[in-house]
C-alpha cells in the first residue's frame, strides 16, 4: 500500500500466522529443498526411472514438511501453473502416498500444503518487492501476479479465512490485478 503496516496489523498477521503453521510444526519430518521448482530440476534421458530427474541448487534444503516442496513445485514461482494441474498432480501425489502410506492423513496433508504454499507465496512476494526496491531489479515484480494468484487460490481453503480477511483488508493486489 505504499506505507508500513500499523501495530495492530502486524499483530494479527503473526498471530494468524503463528496459529495456521502449528500443523507444520507437528509435521513428520523429511528433507525439504525449498526451491524445487521447474528451473531446478534436469531431465536425464540416460537414466531410469526416477533417476532420470536431476536436481541443482540443493544447497539450503533443511528438514521439513513435506508438503512445502510439493507447494514448490505446484504452484511454481516462475512458470504458470494452472489450477486444473496443479489440483490434478496434487491428487496424483495424495494417492500415491495413500498406496504407500494407507494411513497417510489426506485432509491433514491438503491443509498443510494450502498454508505451506500461502506462506512461500508470502515469502516470495516479498523477496521479489525487495529485490526490485533494494537491488534495482525490475525483472522479478513480472512474477507478482502469478504469486499473487497463488496465494488467493491457497488462501481459499476454508481453514485459511482469518488469513484470507486480514489480506483483503491490508494488502492491495499487484497493479492491474
Known sequence: AGMPA????????GTLWRSALEPA???SPTWVLR???????????HREGIARIGLVDFQ?????????DVASLLQDARVDVPEPLEMNLLGRYV?????????????????L??????????K??????????RDGKPQYLRHMPRLWGYLQRS???????????????????????
Open 6 to 13: 500499523g501495530e495492530a496489523a502486524r499483530a494479527a498477521f
Open 25 to 27: 510444526i507437528e509435521a
Open 35 to 45: 526451491d524445487y521448482h521447474s528451473p531446478n530440476l534436469l531431465w536425464l534421458p
Open 60 to 68: 539450503d534444503a533443511l528438514i521439513g514438511p513435506a508438503a512445502y
Open 95 to 111: 494417492r500415491a502416498r495413500l498406496s504407500h502410506e494407507p494411513s497417510f492423513d489426506t485432509g491433514g496433508f491438503t491443509l
Open 113 to 122: 500444503y494450502a498454508t505451506l504454499a500461502a506462506q512461500r507465496a508470502t
Open 124 to 133: 516470495i512476494l516479498g523477496i521479489f518487492a525487495r529485490l526490485q526496491r
Open 155 to 177: 488462501l481459499a481453503h476454508p481453514a485459511l479465512a482469518g488469513l484470507r480477511a486480514w489480506y483483503a483488508a491490508n494488502v492491495p493486489p499487484p497493479n492491474g490485478l
